[in-house]
Structure formats: C-alpha cells, structure tokens
C-alpha cells in the first residue's frame, strides 16, 4: 500500500535521479504514467532507446513482453515492470513450444516475427519486427523469399495485401485491435463526416479499408499532428490519444469503440494495470524484476538486433 500523503509524481522523479533509472512508457498506458516518463513511444521506439541508454535502471512502463526486450538488449541493466502481471493477449496466442513446431514444420522458410511476442517465441525467430517497420523489413528480403510471419494474423495479412507477398501466417490476433468494428466506426463516421479515419494494422481487414491512415502509433501520431483535418477517428487503443490531444490540442480525438459497444473507447486492460502507484513502489523496492533465460536471450538477441540493424539502414 501507498500512503495517501505521499506526492507520487515527485516521489518518482526523486527516486528515478537517485538511482539513475530511466522510466520508459507505451502510448497505451494511463496518461499519468506517460507524463511523468522520460520517454514514450512505440514498441520500435522503446526498443530503440532501451538498446542506447546509459541508465542503471530501466522501468518498462508498459507489457511484460517489453521488458523482455529490454532485459536482452541491456543484460549489464536492471530492468522493472511495474507489474509483471502485465501480459499482452497477442504474445500469449503464439506459445513458444506451438511455433516451433510450425516453423519445423515448413522447412526453408525465414520467420519473422512482430515484437508482440515472448523472448522465447523470438529465439524461433530470423529477425523481429514492429508495426512501424514491418512492411520495410518484409520488403529488405527478395520478393521470393518463403517466409513465416507471426503471431498477428492481421498485421500479416496487411503487409501481404500492400507488398503483394504470401507469407504464411501463424494466427494470432490482438485482443484489443481485434474488437473494432466496420458498423460502430460507420456510425461514427455517419455523425463527424469530416473526421478521417485512423486505423492500426493489427485490426481487421474490412476495418483497415476504412481508414484514411493505416500505420503504427507512432505513424497515426505524427499524421494526426500533420494532416489539416480538424477531427479524427481512432481506431487503436485508446491510450494514444492522451499524446494525440496533447499535441494538437485544437484537434478532437474520437475514439472507435469496440464492437461490444460496453463503452465508448477500447482499452487493453493489461497496459491499464501500470499505474502510477505502481510505478512508485516498483522504483522505491526495484522490483519486480525482469529476467530471460541466458540460453533464450543469447537465441532471442539475434533478431531483435537484426530488425534494429535493418531498421537503422533504412532511417525508421
């Protein structure tokens, strides 16, 4: 327990100085937690920043899985979860054990994996990427290259529909990407008819048609902040339109509810589990802490290293 009285903001901050931690956070987390982090970004973002810091600690403000890729890239570091019960339902589509054998099964293929997965399910893997880079790193390879894609099925269809690739999909779905619906975005689309339509790859196929932007969040962040339009729909979890509102603040923001209409945004309650109180005691006790098996993280590193490689040659 906390107490009350404590300020937590700069309880964080002090704690953060004096042990020379560096607090990172997802877009999709609480905005609390986002503005009181050093960094925030996307999953291509955070890697990028966790390879390059030169902090002691690192706190992964965000799913377990992303602590995962912090731990391997910075194994001389302490990495922090705020909670490690913070799981991503799309990592856990794709066990380990069960891609392995899928990928055993379809000899000669390179496998690609999307980051949204665990450290073990990426020592399988040839080479990581995320929704930023996936279609530039699909297409580093010749365009007859046999490949594995996984775990999201609809990432790997969207890639395949706009670079005219058959990559064979492991199906996999994000939870929260996968709950947007053609009709609820219709009926909002109905009632702001200048909004344009912001859409994550992870969704569904006939929502992904509707959009004005595909892209990661980063992308549809740099685009809303760019693009003339006054209003914007979303179609991603909702968490990014903390950053979106905060960077255009003359814009509205409309969030796409998931086909369940049980409220009006969609929201991943694993990234909702980090909490600013959580953050506090996990700096205050450092922990919990994030470890990899040596033998999966020596497997694990390779592709994470290569998609930074790919990545940094082309200039994502």
Same mark, same amino acid.
């Given at each position: 327990?906390?107490?009350?009285?404590?300020?937590?903001?700069?309880?964080?901050?002090?704690?953060?100085?004096?042990?020379?931690?560096?607090?990172?956070?997802?877009?999709?987390?609480?905005?609390?937690?986002?503005?009181?982090?050093?960094?925030?970004?996307?999953?291509?973002?955070?890697?990028?920043?966790?390879?390059?810091?030169?902090?002691?600690?690192?706190?992964?403000?965000?799913?377990?899985?992303?602590?995962?890729?912090?731990?391997?890239?910075?194994?001389?570091?302490?990495?922090?979860?705020?909670?490690?019960?913070? %799981?991503?339902?799309?990592?856990?589509?794709?066990?380990?054990?069960?891609?392995?054998?899928?990928?055993?099964?379809?000899?000669?293929?390179?496998?690609?994996?999307?980051?949204?997965? %665990?450290?073990?399910?990426?020592?399988?893997?040839?080479?990581?990427? %995320?929704?930023?880079?996936?279609?530039?790193?699909?297409?580093?390879?010749?365009?007859?290259?046999?490949?594995?894609?996984?775990?999201?099925?609809?990432?790997?269809?969207?890639?395949?529909?706009?670079?005219?690739?058959?990559?064979?999909?492991?199906?996999?779905?994000?939870?929260?990407?996968?709950?947007?619906?053609?009709?609820?975005?219709?009926?909002?689309?109905?009632?702001?008819?200048?909004?344009?339509?912001?859409?994550h790859p992870e969704c569904k196929g006939p929502v992904v048609k509707l959009a004005d932007k595909v892209g990661s969040t980063a992308a549809l962040l740099k685009y809303a902040i760019a693009d003339d339009a006054s209003e914007f729909i979303v179609a991603t979890e909702s968490g990014i339109l903390h950053e979106m509102?905060?960077?255009?603040?003359?814009?509205?923001?409309?969030?796409?509810?998931?086909?369940?209409?049980?409220?009006?945004?969609?929201?991943?309650?694993?990234?909702?589990?980090?909490?600013?109180?959580?953050?506090?005691?996990?700096?205050?006790?450092?922990?919990?802490?994030?470890?990899?098996?040596?033998?999966?993280?020596?497997?694990?590193?390779?592709?994470?290293?290569?998609?930074?490689?790919?990545?940094?040659?082309?200039?994502?």
């Open positions: 327990m906390v107490d009350n009285n404590i300020d937590l903001r700069s309880e964080i901050r002090r704690l953060a100085k004096e042990k020379n931690a560096v607090i990172m956070a997802h877009y999709y987390v609480d905005g609390a937690v986002q503005d009181i982090a050093d960094f925030i970004g996307d999953s291509l973002a955070l890697a990028q920043q966790a390879a390059k810091t030169d902090a002691d600690i690192i706190v992964l403000c965000g799913v377990h899985f992303m602590g995962e890729t912090a731990a391997i890239l910075c194994p001389d570091k302490k990495v922090l979860v705020p909670d490690v019960n913070a %799981t991503c339902s799309l990592a856990e589509s794709c066990p380990a054990d069960k891609f392995a054998e899928f990928v055993a099964e379809h000899p000669g293929h390179t496998v690609i994996s999307y980051v949204n997965t %665990t450290a073990a399910t990426k020592a399988v893997t040839d080479v990581v990427v %995320t929704s930023s880079n996936a279609r530039q790193i699909v297409e580093s390879f010749p365009e007859d290259t046999p490949i594995i894609f996984g775990p999201d099925q609809n990432l790997g269809g969207y890639i395949n529909s706009i670079t005219g690739r058959n990559m064979l999909l492991w199906n996999g779905a994000c939870h929260v990407h996968a709950r947007f619906s053609v009709e609820k975005i219709l009926e909002l689309k109905a009632a702001h008819p200048k909004a344009k339509v912001l859409v509102q905060k960077s255009a603040p003359n814009k509205t923001f409309i969030p796409a509810p998931p086909d369940d209409a049980t409220c009006a945004c969609n929201e991943c309650e694993y990234m909702k589990m980090v909490t600013l109180e959580k953050l506090y005691l996990c700096l205050k006790n450092e922990e919990p802490v994030v470890k990899v098996d040596a033998d999966i993280a020596a497997k694990a590193i390779r592709p994470i290293n290569k998609m930074l490689e790919i990545s940094q040659k082309l200039g994502l």
